[in-house]
């Protein structure tokens, strides 16, 4: 006798669908940030082969914080980004958000120069925002500070690679631990 159709195993989706994919990718760069490995490290292991980094900030700032306000576009530009932050600050990262705290939005749109669609934007490749924080220190003068920042990946490519990862932080935070004191030219 055949059982009911009710009493059938049921049988799941498979967990790596689109979003948790990008969730996972994303998650595992910012626990990765607690214990860095070197800068092309991660970028093999969690970036496209053509990362991009932004640092959202005043371009007025770029004097004293020049990883600020500038898209580092490549393999090279993302390593120099790495260089660059080190020698102006040192971070000490808080743990890595859960899990669910990344918001994951698997159709978002995306804006390009060469492709048009629908009021100049495509079909993305999906969004992930997440918030962190941690101590920052400036490594001139030895202020440190903590600080929430705002992290936001997109472009990723089909096996969940980051293509481009944005920042939005405390730069105002930054530029006064940076400083020595010295009143500003004109000021």
Not at 100 to 125: K, L, P
Request: proline share 7%; with cysteine.
């Amino acid at each position: 006798m055949d059982s009911p159709k009710s009493l059938q195993p049921v049988v799941l989706p498979p967990t790596t669908d689109r979003a948790s994919k990008l969730k996972a990718t994303c998650h595992g760069f910012a626990k990765a940030l607690e214990a860095p490995p070197s800068p092309e490290k991660l970028c093999s292991r969690f970036f496209t082969s053509s990362p991009k980094i932004t640092e959202h900030g005043p371009e007025w700032a770029r004097e004293r914080l020049p990883f600020l306000a500038k898209t580092y576009s490549g393999s090279d530009e993302f390593v120099k980004y790495f260089k660059t932050l080190s020698e102006v600050l040192s971070m000490k990262p808080d743990p890595a958000p859960a899990s669910h705290q990344f918001a994951v939005q698997v159709d978002a749109f995306r804006e390009t120069e060469d492709e048009s669609q629908e009021n100049g934007h495509v079909r993305g490749s999906g969004l992930v925002f997440v918030q962190g924080g941690g101590e920052f220190k400036s490594v001139k003068t030895g202020k440190s500070w903590k600080e929430t920042f705002v992290w936001k990946f997109s472009e990723f490519d089909q096996d969940g690679k980051i293509g481009h990862w944005e920042i939005w932080a405390d730069p105002l935070s930054a530029w006064n631990a940076v400083s020595d004191g010295q009143a500003e030219a004109g000021a």
